[in-house]
């Protein structure tokens, strides 16, 4: 096959292009669109719009935090170096891996992925929280919440699977907490990082 004539930009463009086409007809404000535009051409299946869902002010949270420096935290590496740094760095954010910040070892019936989000602590508090792999990493953030210990300004809820993913989710969306989740199964740490991407792009632009 020969390659298309084109810069890796105007691919991106290109592809863009073709998403806001192929996306069905979905209740959205321009800004969660774009979010949606970014995790569909990171998947390449259409079909996932209809399945992200946003608390009703979750981009503005989500912007507002950046705007303002966030600090932004991932439940694993490979959602931490998905995140554009650049991006991070103009708008004077900090991002961490709760895994790599972790001290010490799990308890005997917890993940590594949850502990690590009970060692951050009060430092989610007003944070960005991108999670894209575990869902207990979900649902410690959610048991935090509940405990007054932290609130973040936004979830991206994101965990990928067949054991607890659904279902931390689901607990996610039913709390009065601004977040972007994908209903279901699917997930993973590239959409998470996507969804992240999309978010400073807009922050970005409306700074």
């Avoid at 321009?30 to 992200?52: K, N, W």
């Avoid at 991070?88 to 900090?94: F, S």
């Avoid at 959610?142 to 931390?168: D, Y």
Wanted: neutral net charge; hydrophobic residues 45%.
């Amino acid at each position: 096959m020969k390659k298309p004539g084109l810069s890796g930009r105007e691919i991106e463009e290109l592809s863009l292009s073709i998403v806001d086409g192929l996306l069905p007809p979905l209740a959205l404000s321009p800004e969660e669109r774009q979010v949606v535009m970014r995790l569909v051409h990171t998947c390449g299946d259409p079909s996932l719009s209809e399945f992200v869902v946003f608390h009703p002010g979750a981009v503005q949270a989500a912007l507002n935090a950046l705007r303002n420096g966030c600090r932004i935290f991932s439940d694993v590496r490979m959602v931490y170096t998905g995140i554009d740094s650049s991006r991070v760095k103009a708008l004077g954010c900090e991002v961490h891996c709760a895994l790599s910040e972790m001290k010490g070892e799990p308890g005997e019936k917890e993940t590594r992925s949850g502990a690590a989000m009970r060692y951050l602590g009060s430092r989610l508090d007003g944070s960005l929280v991108a999670i894209g792999n575990a869902p207990t990493a979900l649902l410690s953030v959610l048991e935090m919440i509940n405990s007054g210990i932290a609130r973040p300004a936004v979830i991206i809820g994101m965990p990928v699977g067949f054991v607890a993913s659904k279902e931390s989710k689901e607990e996610l969306m039913s709390r009065d907490v601004p977040y972007i989740a994908i209903r279901g199964t699917r997930g993973g740490s590239p959409l998470a990082a996507a969804a992240v991407n999309a978010l400073l792009r807009l922050a970005i632009r409306q700074t």
